[in-house]
């Protein structure tokens, strides 16, 4: 069964920086783009940066309001998906959602759609 | 890049049929066809109901269909069930790996 459970969300003042976690099991995945979402408190769904699977390089995609302050990695020998969120502002507040990609066809550089979502995380940046 | 524009409602009695609505621009729902779509009831996680535009993943009724028209793509829900009132968001790929979500639609069962 596929899982994924994220963690280290928790209160944070502006200004700092947190690490998000999300741990995968029952499924390859180092064969897996992984992806990072956020929904702010009674707002719709946004997508925040994937990380490639290695044979696609391990490289990351950012969207542009994260861009330059949250780094997506992964560790493949732990199955674990990290979002390093820094120089973190009030509008980063969210339930942070980490999702597995996928793509239909053979080529996945990046994925087509995701399939599996984890629980959450609130992070909540405020002074 | 511009969220995705869906309905902020739609409604139907059980048995019935309701179509959201998911308008983008050329730039992603009208030139790819990786449209995806997700159910999301309140505190829960996102669930994947249709992607590709049209595919339903396995264990997803075939009450839920997807379509797309220009830059236009819909998500069909027949026979409308109970356990159907939710949110429903829909996602595109835009380009350059990016992906742009809809304003969601929240589902309501009369």
């Known amino acids: 069964e596929v899982q994924l459970v994220e963690s280290g969300g928790g209160l944070v003042q502006p200004g700092r920086s947190l690490r998000l976690s999300c741990i995968a099991s029952?499924?390859?995945?180092?064969?897996?783009?992984m992806s990072w979402f956020r929904q702010a408190p009674g707002k719709g769904l946004e997508w925040v940066g994937f990380t490639r699977s290695k044979p696609y390089g391990g490289t990351a995609e950012y969207a542009a309001s994260v861009k330059d302050r949250f780094t997506i990695s992964r560790d493949d020998s732990k199955s674990i998906a990290y979002l390093q969120m820094n120089s973190l502002k009030t509008e980063d507040t969210a339930v942070y959602y980490c999702?597995?990609?996928?793509?239909?066809?053979?080529?996945?550089?990046?994925?087509?759609?995701?399939?599996?979502w984890g629980q959450g995380t609130l992070v909540t940046v405020s002074s | 890049q511009s969220a995705l524009t869906q309905p902020r409602s739609v409604s139907g009695s059980p048995g019935q049929s309701v179509t959201i609505s998911c308008t983008g621009t050329?730039?992603?729902?009208?030139?790819?066809?990786?449209v995806s779509w997700y159910q999301q009831h309140p505190g829960k996680a996102p669930k994947l109901m249709i992607y590709?535009?049209?595919k339903r993943p396995s264990g997803v009724p075939d009450r839920f269909s997807g379509s797309k028209s220009g830059n236009t793509a819909s998500l069909t829900i027949s026979g409308l069930q109970t356990d159907d009132e939710s949110d429903y968001y829909c996602?595109?790929?835009?380009?350059?790996?990016?992906?742009?979500f809809g304003t969601g639609t929240e589902v309501t069962v009369l």
């Open positions: 996602c595109s790929y835009a380009g350059s790996s990016t992906y742009v």
């Open positions: 590709d535009v049209t």
């Open positions: 999702a597995r990609g996928r793509c239909s066809g053979g080529n996945c550089y990046a994925p087509d759609f995701f399939d599996y």
């Open positions: 029952g499924f390859a995945f180092g064969d897996y783009a």
């Open positions: 050329s730039s992603d729902v009208g030139g790819y066809n990786y």
